[in-house]
């Protein structure tokens, strides 16, 4: 019931009767409910960001319910269960969303954003987060709240070969998650990627099933990726991000004054996310030493030449908004 249908409700009802008689009808106290539904675990930056500082912020109007490791909806259906209205919140990836508005491909390419600053200036500080934030509500019915940045991408291996170069990962079978974006991602850096999706990841790696993985450093460590691996090679071929997103359905039930705070909520979570994924990342390199792997660079110059130039002359660069690229890299 939204909140116009409770107020005339209960004005026909008589302010002063139900002050009289201390009754408080049950739909005065009923809350929007919000499911949110992520692959990651409970103790993921993410979540537990989502969890200690949106969810209390909304609390005077909505309920949270929080689900993990992909038990509610399989990864990368989220966004189209929020389409259909089946699900209202989840973290969403420019992969995702590129499988539905190609022109969002443009955020899947490896060596484009650089930081998490650049990507709160791109998405936060510029008109190209309107624009781009524009397509997925009028396309999808799904509202992107704010940017959050979720570490670098490394190359994780469960093999102990040097890699150098792009040449180096020849034949290297890379688990990738199961879009033709990150696939293409992987074929980029040279190796000769697999689909997989991130709840198998560790037993692929246990097994042998996949020679590695690449994901941000807090992820390698949440998700203990350093019990079954021997290196970190830090290409950083991508500065990671999700989005914290909401369906319009639910969106929609919100009167004004909700939907201010489910936005300053939603910024004060992604902000917190943000601050601690790269405070997490500075201390990890040590982490996984001490936990016996090799870490060290690369020549990342060759990673990020044969990265760029695969991706400008591939098919998904023909997508791009026309001049987006020049717009992105001129933010400084
Ligand atoms: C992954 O599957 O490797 C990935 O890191 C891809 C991201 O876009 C995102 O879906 C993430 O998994 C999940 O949130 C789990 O961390």
């Known amino acids: 019931m939204n909140s116009i249908t409770k107020r005339s409700l209960l004005a026909g009802f008589g ?30 930056l993410r979540s537990k960001g989502v969890m200690e500082v949106f969810a ?7 309920t949270y319910e929080p689900s993990y490791n992909a038990t509610l909806f399989k990864q990368g259906t989220e966004i189209i269960a929020q389409a259909r209205g089946n699900l209202e919140m989840a973290l969403t990836s420019a992969q995702e969303i590129a499988k ?22 791109v998405f936060d500080e ?12 009028s396309k ?4 992107l709240l704010c940017v959050m940045y979720f570490g670098k991408r490394h190359l994780n ?14 034949g290297v079978k890379l688990r990738m998650p199961g879009t033709d974006a990150w696939q293409f991602l992987g074929k980029a850096l040279g190796a000769s990627p697999t689909p ?6 560790y037993t692929g790696l246990q097994t042998g099933a996949i020679d590695g993985q690449d994901n941000p450093l807090p992820t390698d460590k949440d998700k203990k990726f350093y019990e079954v691996t021997k290196q970190i090679i830090l290409t950083g071929h ?12 639910a969106w929609n039930q919100f009167d004004d004054a909700q939907k201010v705070t489910v936005q300053n909520a939603a910024d004060a979570a992604c902000k917190k996310i943000s601050d601690d994924v790269e405070k997490k990342e500075a201390e990890l390199v040590q982490f996984f030493k001490d936990k016996g792997l090799k870490v060290y660079k690369p020549d990342v110059e060759a990673f990020r030449t044969r990265v760029q130039k695969m991706y400008s002359e591939s098919q998904y660069a023909k997508d791009w908004p026309k001049g987006m690229l020049e717009r992105v890299n001129a933010i400084k």
Do not use: C
């Open 15 to 44: 302010a002063s009767a139900l002050a009289v008689s201390g009754f408080t009808p049950s739909f005065a106290a009923e809350k929007i409910h919000l499911r949110f539904s992520t692959p990651a675990t409970e103790t993921d």
């Open 56 to 62: 209390p912020a909304v609390a005077g109007f909505a």
């Open 100 to 121: 539905i508005i190609p022109a969002w491909s443009i955020f899947t390419a490896g060596y484009l954003l650089r930081d998490a600053e650049h990507q709160r200036k």
């Open 126 to 137: 510029s008109d190209i987060g309107k624009e781009m934030y524009g397509m997925v509500e």
């Open 140 to 143: 999808l019915n799904v509202k």
């Open 157 to 170: 291996l469960r093999t102990d070969k040097k890699v150098m170069t792009p040449a180096d990962l020849k």
């Open 196 to 201: 997989m999706a991130f709840t198998e990841v």
């Open 238 to 249: 991508l500065a990671d991000m999700n989005f914290l997103s909401i369906s319009k359905k």
